[in-house]
């Protein structure tokens, strides 16, 4: 496939809840195939807000957002699918399912290229199989994959997560703060591992973030995002405090930081 | 920081305790004597049901082996009822969750679909599918389908309501349909639930295929109904021995199976 993959436009995309509470505020903004990209601010700022309008988990109330230049259907149905095949999605809380082996759980991600029927008989395809364990390789535990979702560690779960994206063999990977229920020494495994995925596959990377540290650490580009609205937009290895401070809206703290001593 | 005293108890409303409690009494009231219910002659006339359990008592176990064969055809009626209504009362279930339903209108007929098969009592549903099929066990076992219908339709479309739904959520952001969120996101999170309703259904129907075999629907009901027109009460007690020990096994298995479940 030679097309220009992963890439992401937002065009005056606004979204307003219907309790009015605004999520995002005409966003205009643009990513390249292959960014890796981490977006800051303070909660309810709109950073999932952001994430869930890619893949239309969150319907715009106005503007466009396009994926490789088509537009994101707002409803569900066949386009929506099509669009969500080659977008995988990494969540906070993991989202297995807790009864299932690991392998099941990363099968998932092959739901978009199978026909439904083989999928609700459980009959995988011998290549959808294995490009499965190929995934679990990736993230480095083909081990567990019998194992049921339930036994494994927080990390391990994320790693499993992780794996179910990459089996979609998707454009983009959106993780919504995916190391928020994870200790520091995990949160860094993680993180290190989405960089090197990115790096390895050339898939466009978003991660939702609330440490600084680990912004500053990990991104390539950071984008700052507070009310609803862009503040932010520029290199990781730029960003400074002050700009940090605009972002928040408020001096920050060691509560913002994972690593204290980093302060 | 200044550690602020816990506030005093708010005051009850006891207006409001005295007032429901005066309701309820006067409902009880007017209920009693309106059916001509009266403690004292319930106290009077209590010899009348303890000669009734004299003459029921020692139970004929001679009269057991003859409850073999229409025993098993209750458990035959109970058990194709169980299946038969487990399997309709899937999709009926999913429909009438407000969170996977496939909209208003859907879940609207489906909840009212559900209440009049809860209002309607399975002898009604006997009484129908014996016109259509004609006296026997299978209009036992189809009126007992839609009786699990009712049962389970109504208590798991609850259990789904009250699933999580970032899994479902994580299954259509992976591209999966309708069906394929329910299986991988919503049914893995209620399945022990349905599998207890189905077992607490099937002991229902035990139960039920005993009122049923009064109607006609065959089984051990029309043993029992024989029997009791004929005033053989140690034979009446036999059988609902024989039903008491039944439904006490099956408690037993299903709790069994629950356990294994989790």
Not at chain 1, 9 to 26: E, H, I, L, Q
Not at chain 1, 126 to 143: K, M, N, W
Not at chain 1, 167 to 195: G, N, Y
Not at chain 2, 83 to 91: F, Q, T
């Amino acid at each position: 496939m030679t097309e220009p993959r992963g890439r992401i436009r937002f065009s005056g995309a606004g979204v307003t809840y219907p309790n009015g509470t605004v999520g995002m505020k005409d966003l205009d903004l643009e990513i390249e195939p292959g960014e890796f990209v981490v977006i800051v601010g303070s909660s309810g700022a709109g950073k999932s807000t952001l994430l869930r309008a890619i893949n239309g988990l969150n319907r715009l109330t106005s503007g466009t957002v396009e994926v490789d230049g088509q537009a994101v259907a707002q409803r569900e149905g066949r386009e929506l699918r099509a669009l969500r095949k080659r977008v995988g999605m990494i969540f906070q809380d993991f989202r297995l399912v807790k009864r299932l082996s690991v392998i099941n759980n990363v099968l998932i991600g092959r739901l978009a290229h199978v026909p439904v029927w083989r999928a609700l008989l459980g009959l995988w395809p011998q290549h959808d199989r294995d490009v499965a364990l190929r995934a679990l390789e990736r993230v480095g535990i083909p081990e567990k994959a019998w194992v049921r979702a339930s036994a494994l560690s927080g990390g391990q779960q994320q790693r499993v997560g992780i794996a179910r994206a990459l089996a979609q063999e998707p454009a983009i990977i959106l993780a919504d703060e995916p190391v928020a229920s994870l200790d520091p020494v995990t949160t860094h495994q993680i993180m290190r591992d989405l960089v090197r995925i990115n790096r390895e596959l050339g898939i466009t990377t978003l991660v939702n973030l609330h440490f600084l540290d680990l912004a500053r650490e990990y991104g390539q580009r950071i984008i700052g995002l507070r009310h609803g609205e862009l503040v932010y937009d520029g290199s990781a290895r730029t960003v400074t405090d002050e700009d940090f401070r605009d972002i928040y809206g408020r001096d920050f703290t060691e509560d913002d930081l994972l690593d204290e001593e980093a302060l | 920081m200044a550690v602020s005293p816990v506030p005093d108890r708010p005051p009850r409303n006891w207006w409001l305790i005295g007032g429901v409690a005066a309701f309820l009494l006067a409902m009880t009231g007017w209920s009693a004597e309106g059916i001509g219910f009266s403690l004292i002659e319930l106290m009077c006339n209590i010899g009348g049901g303890g000669r009734l359990l004299a003459e029921s008592w020692p139970p004929d176990f001679a009269f057991l082996p003859r409850l073999a064969e229409p025993f098993m055809e209750t458990l035959n009626i109970a058990i194709v009822g169980t299946v038969i209504g487990g399997i309709l009362s899937l999709p009926v279930a999913v429909l009438a969750a407000r969170n996977l339903t496939l909209g208003r209108i859907v879940w609207f007929a489906d909840r009212n679909f559900m209440n009049v098969l809860r209002t309607l009592p399975d002898l009604f549903w006997a009484m129908l599918f014996a016109t259509a099929v004609g006296f026997g066990p299978v209009a036992g076992a189809l009126a007992l389908s839609v009786f699990t219908i009712a049962v389970i339709s109504k208590l798991w479309s609850e259990s789904l309501e009250s699933i999580d739904m970032g899994l479902p959520e994580a299954v259509r952001a992976a591209g999966g349909t309708w069906l394929e969120m329910l299986k991988f996101g919503a049914v893995p999170q209620a399945m022990q639930h349905y599998v207890s309703y189905a077992l607490y259904a099937f002991e229902l129907n035990v139960r039920a295929s005993m009122v049923l075999g009064l109607v006609g629907a065959g089984g051990i009901g029309m043993i029992l109904e024989t029997q009791r027109a004929n005033f053989e009460y140690e034979r009446v007690a036999m059988i609902i021995l024989v039903v008491l020990v039944a439904v006490l096994i099956i408690e037993e298995i299903s709790e069994a199976i629950r356990r294994r479940l989790t």
